[in-house]
């Protein structure tokens, strides 16, 4: 079983910054492929950034540029830099990954964007 820890969400005004991190259990952290997804109020769960065992990354279209997804195996943590915020990246961000089929996801941290 894997635990997924999210933190450092927050309430950031438009173009600030905030980093998230997702804490995960398990001793083959290293190889597991990494989400991050969001959901705003009245929305759908949506995939944000991806980063795969060997560190390659993937974003939706709306956050290339401002946001980086990185990891730090050594002490089984995922990031999420994101820089220029705007409104509409006001939502619940939760850590995700998957393990032997079964999906894993943290309890969710709130960014909020507001002026």
């Known amino acids: 079983q894997v635990q997924l820890v999210e933190s450092g969400g927050g309430l950031v005004q438009p173009g600030g910054s905030l980093r998230l991190s997702c804490a995960a259990s398990?001793?083959?952290?290293?190889?597991?492929?990494m989400d991050w997804y969001r959901q705003a109020p009245g929305k759908q769960r949506e995939l944000v950034a991806t980063?795969?065992?060997?560190?390659?990354?993937n974003y939706a279209d709306s956050v290339k540029g401002r946001f980086t997804i990185s990891r730090d195996n050594a002490k089984n943590t995922v990031y999420l830099q994101m820089n220029a915020l705007k409104l509409e990246d006001t939502a619940l961000y939760y850590c995700?990954?998957?393990?032997?089929?079964?999906?894993?996801w943290g309890q969710g941290t709130q960014v909020t964007v507001s002026p």
């Open positions: 398990g001793s083959i952290f290293s190889i597991y492929v």
């Open positions: 980063i795969t065992s060997g560190g390659s990354t």
């Open positions: 995700h990954t998957a393990v032997r089929g079964l999906g894993y």
